[in-house]
């Protein structure tokens, strides 16, 4: 019974193949619109997780000053700069930390031969290659005798090493930065852009100890930075308050006042931005999805017209026979047919447009299954409840005042 009801379905709508087509429109883009918005949605999620996560894992920022917001918008206070002794005490005394990195920076012109390249160029240990999870390609670390002393040397980005050196391996080559001559010891593997655009390859590594000597003229030793490592597996929400209780208390600040520091934990970066990305995917979803609804009174409307046009053959079979029922399946099953229909034209149509949008954005092509399967049932669902009225309003025709139709 069931069978007949499908293949007398299909039969109706092939009869009338460009208004079924037409029918089915509203439910092929809802579907489409959901399936696109999810996936692109999951493959922008998962880009960002992983370009933040580029930053390093396990890591916190510490930074003097604090962000202030205005009508200008946003800019930092001046505050105290940090300094060897505020670095071992992070190491030290706060469980938790595994390493504590040292930064400063400058932008600076960095030149080899008649090429020349505008780039930042850091004072760190070896300490920031750990907490950066950022190994080496080629060449050496910094020396003992390089970081005590503030030897001439550097470590080069990809970035860097591309735009003045090509192709060439640049271990061993001399460069300057500005006026200042140092010699190429490594070249760091390539890590990308960060979550925030950033081109991470785009720097110059140099010992603390040069950097403040030769290029800041910071000859306190001041640090405008820390990179604090931390054990993985660790309650990264309890280390950063350790770090910000130690540095409250090693900074005298008063209990009420503002801190004159700023944590940043990365971690928390990429829930806030995930948990963002997923509220915004879920929105769009759910915006799309109206367009089901919008095909399912397609759908309807033109099940009304159906019943209109046919109510002679539903008074001839009434009167030979067919219960109401029969009747009602016939129509119900045509809406399902065509809502269903309308489903996997949907479905196909989402997954194609979302690779082609996934490639053209450059984000992951991560299609949810779940979802797929959802927006299948869902129109069927729609099939039923917006198929429901016309199929009923077909079985409960008289037979005779049917037959009499013209």
């Not at 930390?97 to 040292?102: C, I, K, M, R, W």
């Not at 915006?287 to 759908?299: E, F, N, P, Y």
């Not at 009602?328 to 949907?346: H, I, K, P, R, Y």
């Amino acid at each position: 019974m069931q069978w007949n009801a499908i293949t007398l379905a299909l039969a109706a709508i092939r009869r009338n193949l460009m208004r079924s087509s037409l029918t089915v429109l509203g439910i092929v883009i809802g579907v489409a619109a959901v399936i696109v918005m999810v996936t692109l949605g999951n493959g922008a999620t998962a880009r960002v997780t992983t370009e933040i996560s580029s930053l390093g894992t396990n890591m916190m920022m510490v930074m003097p000053g604090q962000e202030r917001f205005g009508m200008g918008g946003g800019t930092r206070e001046q505050a105290r700069l940090f300094d060897a002794s505020d670095m071992e005490a992070l190491r030290d005394e706060v469980p938790g930390v595994s390493v504590v990195a040292p930064t400063a920076s400058k932008s600076m012109q960095v030149i080899y031969g008649n090429t020349n390249w505008s780039t930042s160029v850091y004072g760190t240990t070896n300490d920031y290659m750990k907490v950066r999870n950022w190994p080496i390609a080629s060449g050496r670390d910094f020396s003992d005798a390089e970081l005590a002393s503030g030897g001439a040397v550097c470590i080069i980005g990809a970035t860097v090493r591309k735009e003045l050196f090509g192709d060439l391996d640049p271990v061993g080559s001399n460069i300057r930065l500005q006026s200042i001559s140092c010699q190429v010891i490594a070249v760091l593997q390539t890590k990308g852009q960060s979550g925030m655009g950033m081109d991470q390859d785009d720097l110059v590594l140099t010992p603390l100890r040069m950097f403040q000597r030769r290029i800041s003229g910071n000859r306190d030793r001041y640090i405008s930075g820390l990179l604090v490592g931390t054990h993985a597996g660790s309650d990264s929400s309890k280390v950063r308050a350790d770090v910000e209780l130690l540095l409250r208390q090693r900074r005298k600040i008063e209990p009420g006042a503002d801190d004159d520091f700023m944590v940043r934990d990365p971690q928390e970066l990429i829930s806030t931005l995930t948990g963002t990305t997923r509220l915004l995917t879920m929105l769009l979803g759910a915006v799309a999805a109206v367009s089901l609804l919008v095909g399912g009174i397609g759908i309807m409307n033109i099940m009304l017209v159906s019943v209109t046009e046919r109510t002679r053959e539903i008074g001839i079979r009434l009167a030979i026979g067919a219960f109401e029922q029969d009747v009602m399946t016939q129509f119900l099953v045509e809406a399902v047919v065509l809502s269903s229909l309308g489903g996997l034209m949907g479905v196909t149509a989402g997954l194609a447009a979302s690779y082609i949008g996934a490639h053209a954005l450059e984000v992951a092509f991560l299609p949810d299954i779940k979802i797929i399967v959802v927006s299948c049932v869902f129109s069927a669902f729609v099939g039923i409840l917006f198929g429901f009225f016309p199929a009923r309003k077909a079985a409960q025709l008289d037979p005779i005042e049917a037959l009499r139709h013209e």
